[in-house]
C-alpha cells in the first residue's frame, strides 16, 4: 500500500493535515518544515525542505505519495524534481502561481509581519479559525505559528524554478486547485510543464478551502495513490465535494 506525505503550508506546520491524516487508511506522515512547527527557529530553505520531505519518505519505506499545499505544493515540485525515484507521484495544491506582482505582495506581507511576529501570529490564529471553522481550523494552529520565516520562505519560494521541476519529474502529478483560488492563475503553464499532469479544480473553494472537508480529500488522496499504484485500472479521477 502506497504511503503518503503531507506538507503544511506556510507559517502553520504539519498539525494542519491531522484531520485528512485520520481519514486516511494508509501509512501516512506529516512533516514539519524548517521554521515551522517543531522545527521552528531553523532557517528555511528549498533543499533543507526538501530534505526534510526526503527524510519523511525514507521513514515511510523510501517511496511515497507526496500532497502539499501552498508552500507545501511547492516544495513537493522542488521534492519529485529532486527525488524522483522516491515520489511515486505527486499532489500539488494551490501552487500554481508566478505573477511577479503577487510574489512582491507576499515579500511585503512577510517582511511585516517578521517585524512584528507575536503580532502576526495572532491574525494569523484568528484569520484561520473564522477561514475554516470547526476541526479544520484548529488543526491549522494546532502547531503553533511562525510567521518570523515568511521572507525566508518567500524567497526560497520566488527562487526556485518549479516549471523546470515539474518538467524534470517523469512521474505523475495532480495538480488541485480551489476554483475561487487566486493561487491558480499560472495553472495551465504548470500543467503544460507536467510530463504526466492532470488539473482537478475543486467548485466553489477557494485557496484554504480545499481543507474544510477532510473526509472527501482524504478520499481523493487515497484513489490518487491507487491511480500510481494500478496505472493500467485507473479512470476517472473522483472530485471532492
Known sequence: MLPVVFVHGIRVSGTMWGPVL??????????DLPGHG???????TMDAAT?????????????????????????GIAAAGRLPGRVAGLVAMGCTARSPSMAGVYRSVASLAARHPGYADRIS?????????????????????????????VEA??????????????????????????????????????????????????????MTDPGPLARLVGDLCDQVDRPERAVA?????
Do not use: K
Open 125 to 153: 490564529s484568528y484569520a484561520l479559525r473564522r477561514l475554516l471553522p470547526g476541526p479544520a481550523g484548529a488543526a491549522m494552529v494546532a502547531g503553533g505559528l511562525s510567521c518570523e520565516v515568511m521572507p525566508q520562505v
Open 51 to 75: 530534505s526534510a520531505v526526503a527524510d519523511a519518505i525514507d521513514s515511510l519505506g523510501g517511496r511515497a505519495l507526496v500532497v502539499g499545499l501552498s508552500l507545501g505544493g511547492y516544495v
Open 22 to 31: 485520520s481519514r486516511l487508511d494508509r501509512p501516512a506522515a506529516a512533516v
Open 38 to 44: 517543531t522545527r521552528r527557529g531553523e532557517p528555511f
Open 157 to 210: 519560494v520566488t527562487g526556485h524554478d518549479q516549471l523546470a521541476a515539474l518538467a524534470a519529474y517523469p512521474g505523475r502529478v495532480w495538480l488541485v486547485n480551489g476554483a475561487r483560488d487566486p493561487f491558480r492563475s499560472g495553472e495551465r503553464d504548470f500543467l503544460r510543464a507536467c510530463r504526466n499532469g492532470r488539473l482537478i479544480l475543486i467548485p466553489r473553494r477557494g485557496h484554504l478551502g480545499v
Open 237 to 241: 479521477t473522483p472530485s471532492p465535494r
